[in-house]
């Protein structure tokens, strides 16, 4: 099943079920006026939703409408909590070699970080951010949105408790982030809102490609229609039932709550390309002494796509530009 939220002058939009092309959409509000009440009753809206799903892959659901990506929000709008994490060790491998850094990292712990979860913005929207100068750069990464996870649960529990898969460009403003990580709390201005891609899916619609809490699919990204990478998210070094265990740890997980993986990096990263510019960056200063690649600036186009195994988009695109806040 898949699942977008379009815009509709609220701040929560209203939940519609998309179909598997991506082609067409049926209104969902007789059901869940709201992805997140979808989530907060879900043993009782899934059976409703995928039953509505069924008809409107037959064909046979009233009130069908062609589904526009640029009018949808992201998935979820707003979440109650938003964590990130870096879960691809290899992308801080690069990083630590490019520029010789020492990081103390405790074996066998992942690394997560709260994050803004009251702002996210839909697929086609402009992205405004304030100066060209704080080196703005993207951050291809999934997620997923899970059910409520009680505190202490193991990895399998919290795999079972994921609802919905995402992909999602997480924007830096590289200016900021080594300033903000050496006052040693967390990230306010390196990262503001955060871009969705218009379609959450559930696991089942990935098949194979869903497995050990891990999205076994090639993030593409490309700058301007360039393409610059396509990592897979198979190389997760903690998958997404092991990270939302840690988070549990002490704590109850909610419904709607949102976990990023981090940028997808694969070890063949020469092969593969990035899919973030630091990582672009870095590699070009471990092969030639140097970066040459710029960081984004106004009116630069960036789309991040995941395809399947027949060539078809899975959660849509993010396909957005770039922009100073006075042309938003």
């Not at 939940?15 to 067409?24: K, M, Q, T, Y």
């Not at 996870?149 to 919905?164: A, F, K, V, Y």
């Not at 510019?277 to 796509?305: D, K």
Request: proline share 6%; glycine share 10%.
């Amino acid at each position: 099943m898949k699942l977008a939220t379009l815009k509709n002058g609220s701040r929560d939009g209203r939940l519609v079920i998309v179909s598997r092309d991506l082609a067409h959409a049926v209104d969902a509000a007789g059901i869940a006026p709201t992805l997140q009440f979808a989530l907060d009753h879900w043993s009782r809206t899934e059976p409703a939703l995928l039953a509505l799903a069924d008809r409107l892959e037959a064909g046979s659901a009233p009130g069908a409408f062609g589904f526009d990506p640029a009018q949808a929000m992201a998935p979820l709008p707003r979440a109650h909590q938003f964590v990130d994490a870096s879960a691809f060790l290899n992308h801080g491998n690069i990083m630590e070699r490019a520029f010789n850094l020492v990081v103390r990292r405790p074996e066998g712990v992942p690394i997560l970080v709260q994050r803004q979860a009251d702002d996210f913005m839909g697929a086609c929207d402009d992205f405004p951010f304030p100066s060209e100068a704080d080196n703005c750069d993207y951050e291809g990464e999934f997620g997923v949105i899970v059910d409520d996870i009680p505190m202490g649960s193991t990895p399998q529990r919290c795999e079972q408790g994921i609802r919905l898969l995402l992909l999602l460009n997480d924007v830096s403003m590289r200016r900021f982030v080594v300033p903000e990580l050496q006052m040693g709390f967390g990230f306010i201005n390196a990262k503001p809102a955060t871009v969705f891609a218009p379609v959450a899916v559930t696991p089942d619609e990935l098949g194979p490609a869903w497995r050990n809490g891990r999205i076994h699919l090639d993030m593409n990204v490309s700058r301007n229609g360039k393409l610059i990478g396509h990592p897979n998210g198979a190389e997760m070094d903690w998958g997404f039932g092991e990270l939302l265990a840690h988070l549990a740890y002490n704590r109850n997980l909610r419904a709607g709550t949102v976990l990023g993986s981090g940028t997808v990096s694969n070890r063949l990263a020469e092969e593969v390309g990035s899919a973030c510019l630091a990582e672009v960056r870095a590699l070009e200063s471990i092969a030639n002494g140097a970066p040459a690649t710029p960081w984004l600036s106004y009116g630069e186009r960036m789309r991040f796509e995941a395809l399947d195994n027949n060539g078809r988009s899975v959660f849509g695109a993010v396909d957005h530009r770039l922009v100073a806040p006075s042309d938003r």
